[in-house]
């Protein structure tokens, strides 16, 4: 499995991207998280059919790979 994002951003011209894997379904997680909170919303509830990312976020998750680096970010926006 594979997720791809494409974003047009207002006057930036936005970015396109791809991950496989788990790692896709972190990034979608901390995008949603990120959308929520630039949306101005206090409470956000993130639901995810990935157990282990679910998992990760839960036991916060440190590293240096880019899997910790985009959980330690959802982490530190929820």
């Known amino acids: 499995m594979s997720i791809v994002l494409v974003w047009k951003g207002l006057g930036t011209g936005g970015f396109h991207a791809s991950w496989k894997g788990s790692l896709g379904e ?3 997680a901390r995008f949603g998280v990120q ?25 916060k998750t ?11 970010d959802v982490v530190h926006m929820s």
């Open 26 to 28: 972190a990034v979608a």
């Open 35 to 59: 959308m929520a909170k630039w949306l101005g919303y206090l409470r956000v509830e993130l639901e995810c059919d990935a157990l282990n990312v679910m998992k990760a976020i839960r036991t």
């Open 62 to 72: 440190t590293g240096r790979s880019p899997w910790d680096m985009v959980i330690e």
